[in-house]
């Protein structure tokens, strides 16, 4: 079978490059399949192109809200106990984290 | 012999009230009929039923004693397992929370236990709210009651399911995109999605924060504005709420609409819908005519781009709510010794999320990164201003828009599930509603080759009396929220 490939939107590197961005490890198959899938969203998603936004302000939230703030004072919270609870890893009242370097 | 569990909550508060039943007998009445067909719908991931008759005897004790107790005393409420129950699983339908527990309750969660609701489990869920069909869940599909073989819809499918088999007498979901109105509508029960910011989002597990609201599901409208009625209100845990105190909406129970102007807006008919849908909805339509409303055929010319500014916003937003989940604070660890962080988190998140998940997150990561941010994310919200624009107008000379929730009847459970855009364009209806922030119900309104067919009423901000007053009389002159499954 003859594959004809028209330029793609997102390639496998852009793809893999995302992936890391993201902290999603992927198998070949997935980087595979998600090429595959994310290019045909992408391509409908092109439809966003054919109106005129030159005017418009972005709506990044429909309430007019602005900072809703409270006073700097102790509330009760979270125990470290319940805090720890549900940690993977722990030593004494950390949370363990994977090493850095 | 009556069936408590087929009643609906209004029917059963006051037996339950003058001691005709126990809130146990009631419990005892969901259990049976859950180990009776369970396994053949399987909306629940989780189920509760030691600490529900526990609270039951609590509850059928202070009733005996003459106490006062909650608007909900006694009702068996079943929560998606996206809002966070202390001490009980919350997984989000996903292998990453598989055996997290929330060390505290979402406020919602805790306004319906403060009036004695009886929480009786956690509902099926598409993982992490992504998908319209439950076919996303890490721990199987449901199957819709109506027919076994097709989708309940999504997110919310477990929710929707469990009411129309009867396995509960109320639920909740959580609406991003129309994940309570979808399979209330393929479920044939009734779903509402309040305006954006009258019910506290804190402790519901964020999928697209700007977009998403908890909602009431139920067996009638009735039910439906009395749950409403209890969750909404200002929370000072969600700096997202609208500064409203809680209020009660069961004044709109009034069966009359007359003089009420209806929007028909023509984006919402459009190719892919159903014949039969079509047809069901406006002879719903008809039926408000006779019952004194109008009706004015209108057109919203930015509905058409819905889809992908919905798409592109909610994945941009999963993007960053999903990356908390590396690990380390709560849930699943992929273990790999000498491995660093990024080691780390790359593969728990390659394990511990599904397909969907992963696409999503890759594509809002994609739309938001350096040389694509204007290109796809400013550019859908400045889309999302044209289409918010578009409600107002229409919302402005109008009481109410009218329009099929879904474009189809239930779909055949693995027919959209490979090709991921499909599934997608079957949202046409419902993530409009979602990207203006207005609220909406979708309640029963016929069907066909006995699968059910839901319409949806979408009202102005924070509005919702007058499309729960549409939706009651509705109902209150129609047979259709009366038919039950054959199961």
Redesign the interface.
Known sequence: MIKVTKNPTISKKQVEHVAWLARIELTEDEKEAFTKQLNEILDYFKKIDEIDTSNIKPTFHVLDLVNVLRDDKIEPSLSKEDALKNAPQKEDSFIKAPKIL | MVNYNELTCHELKEKIDNQEVSSEEVINSIFDRIDKIESKIHAYISLFRDSALQDAKVIDSQIKKGETVGRLSGIPIAIKDVMCTKGKFTTCGSRILEN??P??DATVVERVKKEDAIIIGKTNMDEFAMGSSTENSAFGYSSNPWELNRVTGGSSGGSAAALAADETILALGSDTGGSVRCPASFCSVVGLKPT??LVSRYGLVAYAN?LEQIGPMTKDVTDCALLLSIINGND?CD??S??FQNKSYMNALVSDVKDFTLGIPKEFFGEGTEKAVEKGVWDAIHKFEDLGANYNEISMP?I??S???Y??IAMSEA?SNL?RF????????AEKSE?????????T??KG?G?EV??R???G??AL?AGYYDK?Y?????????I?NDFEKALSKHSALITPTMPTTPFKIGEKIEN??SM?MGDIDTVPINL??VPAISIPCGFVNNLPIGMQIIGRFFDEETILRIAYTYEQNTPFHNEKPNL
Do not use: C, M, N
């Open positions: 997290y527990i060390p505290f954006y910011g700007s000072h700096s997202t609208a500064p930015h058409a781009y889809i992908p500014t798409y592109l993007s990356a590396d690990g380390v604070r709560y849930g699943f660890r491995a660093d962080w990024d080691e780390v988190f790359g593969i998140r390659q999320f397909a992963k696409r997150i890759i594509l990561t994609f990164s796809y400013l550019k859908a919200l400045k889309i999302r201003t044209l918010k991921p855009l997608y203006a922030g």
